[in-house]
């Protein structure tokens, strides 16, 4: 293959796709991007779509606020709670743009998401996607205890 044909080929993560002699590809093994949250409130961008935010940075609770859902078509990101070493309950609510376009734990018209018993937050993630009119959310679970709310939802 000549090499003008790979300069038209698409990036995958800032890297165009390496051919070897016998025409294949050799550099698709590429990363999540991670972004340790420092900050009390973090505006989502459109481009950090494919990211994981972690909170493991902040002294307390994180307010992520997502990208408008119609401009985000097609973009997903997930949210880990880590809390910081050593110390538990460090939360984080999820807030869609523009109000009531989430989708979670049976509710169409979410404003918010985030977990609500601190015993059971460290270590589980939300999930959320855009389709272009809502943002489609998903609680990942590490484990599953009985006794309180995993999941808090404002509408």
């Given at each position: 293959?000549?090499?003008?044909?790979?300069?038209?080929?698409?990036?995958?993560?800032?890297?165009?796709?390496?051919?070897?002699?016998?025409?294949?590809?050799?550099?698709?093994a590429a990363k999540r991007p991670?972004?340790?949250?420092?900050?009390?409130?973090?505006?989502?961008?459109?481009?950090?779509?494919?990211?994981?935010?972690?909170?493991?940075?902040?002294?307390?609770?994180v307010n992520f606020t997502l990208?408008?859902?119609?401009?985000?078509?097609?973009?997903?990101?997930?949210?880990?709670?880590?809390?910081?070493?050593?110390?538990?309950?460090?939360?984080?609510?999820?807030?869609?743009?523009?109000?009531?376009?989430?989708?979670?734990?049976?509710?169409?018209?979410?404003?918010?998401?985030?977990?609500?018993?601190?015993?059971?937050?460290?270590?589980?993630?939300?999930?959320?996607?855009?389709?272009?009119?809502?943002?489609?959310?998903c609680a990942e679970m590490t484990?599953?205890?009985?006794?309180?709310?995993?999941?808090?939802?404002?509408?």
């Amino acid at each position: 293959m000549p090499n003008d044909a790979i300069s038209t080929m698409p990036t995958i993560m800032g890297n165009r796709p390496i051919i070897d002699t016998d025409g294949c590809i050799t550099n698709l093994a590429a990363k999540r991007p991670v972004v340790i949250v420092t900050a009390a409130t973090r505006l989502v961008k459109i481009e950090e779509s494919g990211t994981y935010f972690i909170n493991e940075g902040t002294a307390g609770s994180v307010n992520f606020t997502l990208p408008d859902v119609v401009l985000a078509i097609g973009c997903e990101y997930w949210f880990g709670n880590c809390g910081t070493v050593g110390a538990s309950g460090f939360n984080f609510t999820i807030t869609g743009t523009p109000i009531d376009v989430m989708v979670t734990d049976a509710d169409i018209d979410a404003d918010t998401i985030s977990f609500a018993t601190a015993s059971k937050m460290v270590g589980n993630s939300f999930h959320v996607y855009s389709d272009g009119c809502l943002w489609i959310t998903c609680a990942e679970m590490t484990k599953v205890v009985a006794g309180g709310t995993i999941v808090t939802v404002t509408s």
